[in-house]
């Protein structure tokens, strides 16, 4: 009876070993896979923190555009009024923001960098156009920043309307020509 119950107990024994020998070789990972599943971790961590810092800066960004139109409008004039003897020069400035300031202030831009722009272009640059475009016909299109045949015919209809030559291209004179409509609106 004591054989029995110590072979009995050998086996049990021997099984309990051959079972966590098997799972000890099943979950043995090489090196390189190891060190590849803890690139993943860290990737997967610096990922979460990099989509947080986003969204901070998204918010903190949109905070700042908030700040920027109402505390610092985009264009001032100076009127310095003519000075006597025994008195003071005094500057005032009087501001003026338009509520698509930013699309202004976008096609000021292109007027700065002597931007042309005609069919086949492409690009953000022509995406402001295209932006400016669908203000003006109350539309909207895709903004696809390619300057398409599209893009040309409603620039052309534009230009027309504002006395230009219809050309289909946009350069300095469209561009203050939207700048102008832009600020009528208010």
């Known amino acids: 009876m004591e054989k ?5 107990f ?10 966590l020998g098997y799972w000890a070789v099943a979950t043995i990972k090489s090196g390189s896979e190891f ?3 803890q690139k ?3 990737l997967q961590q610096q990922n979460e923190d990099l989509t947080k810092q986003i969204a901070d800066l998204t918010q903190q960004l ?13 264009l001032t004039q100076t009127v310095t009024p003519s ?8 500057t005032s400035t009087k501001t003026t923001t338009y509520k698509n300031q930013t699309l202004i202030n976008q096609l000021q ?15 953000t640059r022509v995406g402001t156009v295209q932006t400016f475009l669908n203000l003006y016909n ?10 398409g045949a599209s893009t040309v015919k409603a620039i052309s209809a534009f230009q027309k309307a504002q006395g230009l030559t219809a050309d289909g291209q946009a350069g300095a004179s469209t561009f203050n020509k939207m700048i102008s409509w832009l600020q009528k609106q208010g």
């Not at 050998?10 to 079972?19: E, N, Q, R, T, Y």
């Not at 949109?62 to 985009?74: H, I, K, R, W």
């Not at 831009?109 to 690009?123: A, E, P, R, V, W």
């Open 4 to 8: 029995l119950k110590f072979a009995l």
């Open 10 to 19: 050998s086996i049990v024994v021997l099984a309990l070993v051959g079972i």
């Open 35 to 37: 060190a590849a599943t």
């Open 40 to 42: 993943i971790g860290e």
């Open 62 to 74: 949109n905070n700042s555009e908030a700040q920027v139109v109402s505390l610092t409008p985009a």
């Open 83 to 90: 000075t006597t003897p025994n008195t003071s020069t005094k």
């Open 109 to 123: 831009q292109l007027i700065t960098d002597n931007i042309n722009m005609k069919l086949n272009s492409t690009g």
């Open 138 to 147: 109350n539309t909207s299109n895709k903004v696809d920043n390619d300057y």
